[in-house]
C-alpha cells in the first residue's frame, strides 16, 4: 500500500530552538518527495523538491535529506521563530504523467516564546 | 494577487444540497488538481486536469462529484445530494507542467465544506 507516515504527530520548541521531523513512505514507483508547510486554515506551500539522486536540499532555515535506499527523509528547521509554527506535511510523488502526490498526515509543529 | 484562487472560501449547507466550488489556477498553468483534506489529515488526490482534458480520477470521487474545466482555464467541483463526510477543506492546486515530474504545485486557499 502506498502510505507516507510522518513522526511525531505534533511538537511543542521554544524559540530559537532546533528541530527534526521524520519521514517514511512506502510509495512506488517514486519519483520525488517533498515538504510543505501549511499554516491553519491555507493551503500547503512548497518549501522542498528532492528527486532520487539528491541526498539533501535547503530553503533557508529549512534543510531536508532524502535516503531513497531506506525510503526515508527528514525536515531539520534551524533557529525556529513563531512563524514557523505550521503543520508540516511529508509528501511524495508518483513517478508517471500525472504527478500524483501523496500526503503524509502532517506533524503539527508549535514553537513557543 | 496571482496565485490560485478558490471561491467560495466557505461553505454551509444541507444535507441533501447540491454545491458547486470554482477554481482560478495561476495565469498559463495547464495542470489543476483537487485534493480533499479532512482534520488532522493530509490532503487526499482527487482529480487531475491536463487543459481542458480530466486525465485521472480517484476512486474518492464518487458519481455524485463532477469536475470540469472547459476551457482549460478555472475548474469547478460540483458535489450533489452533499451529505454530513463530505464535510472537509477542498483545494485546488496548480502547476505549469513545464519541470516534468519536479513540478512544483502551487495550492489556493482551499474552500471549507460543513454539511449540516
Known amino acids: 500500500k502506498n502510505q507516507v507516515e510522518q513522526s511525531p504527530q505534533s511538537l511543542i520548541i521554544l524559540e530559537g530552538k532546533n528541530c527534526t521531523l521524520q519521514?517514511?513512505?512506502?510509495?512506488?514507483?517514486?519519483?520525488?518527495l517533498r515538504w510543505y508547510k501549511q499554516d491553519t486554515g491555507r493551503g500547503p506551500v512548497s518549501l522542498t523538491i528532492m528527486t532520487f539522486s539528491e541526498n539533501t536540499k535547503s530553503n533557508g532555515r529549512y534543510t531536508a535529506t532524502l535516503d531513497a535506499d531506506t525510503k526515508q527523509s527528514s525536515l531539520h528547521i534551524t533557529a525556529s521563530q513563531l512563524s514557523d509554527s505550521a503543520s508540516y506535511i511529508c509528501v511524495v510523488a508518483f513517478r508517471g504523467a500525472t504527478n500524483k502526490l501523496i500526503f503524509g498526515t502532517g506533524t503539527l509543529l508549535a514553537v513557543q516564546p | 494577487d496571482t496565485g490560485v484562487s478558490q471561491d467560495p472560501r466557505h461553505k454551509i449547507t444541507k444535507r441533501g444540497q447540491n454545491v458547486t466550488f470554482r477554481c482560478d489556477p495561476i495565469?498559463?498553468?495547464?495542470?489543476l488538481y483537487w485534493y480533499r483534506q479532512t482534520l488532522g489529515q493530509g490532503p487526499e488526490f482527487l482529480t487531475y486536469?491536463?487543459?481542458?482534458?480530466?486525465?485521472?480520477k480517484s476512486r474518492l470521487l464518487s458519481d455524485r462529484f463532477s469536475a470540469e474545466r472547459p476551457k482549460g482555464s478555472f475548474s469547478t467541483l460540483e458535489i450533489q445530494r452533499t451529505e454530513q463526510g463530505d464535510s472537509a477543506m477542498y483545494l485546488c492546486a496548480s502547476s505549469s507542467g513545464r519541470t516534468g515530474s519536479t513540478d512544483t504545485q502551487y495550492f489556493g486557499p482551499g474552500t471549507r465544506l460543513t454539511v449540516l
Open positions: 486536469f491536463q487543459n481542458e482534458a480530466q486525465l485521472e
Open positions: 519521514c517514511n513512505y512506502t510509495v512506488s514507483p517514486f519519483s520525488n
Open positions: 495565469s498559463e498553468h495547464n495542470r
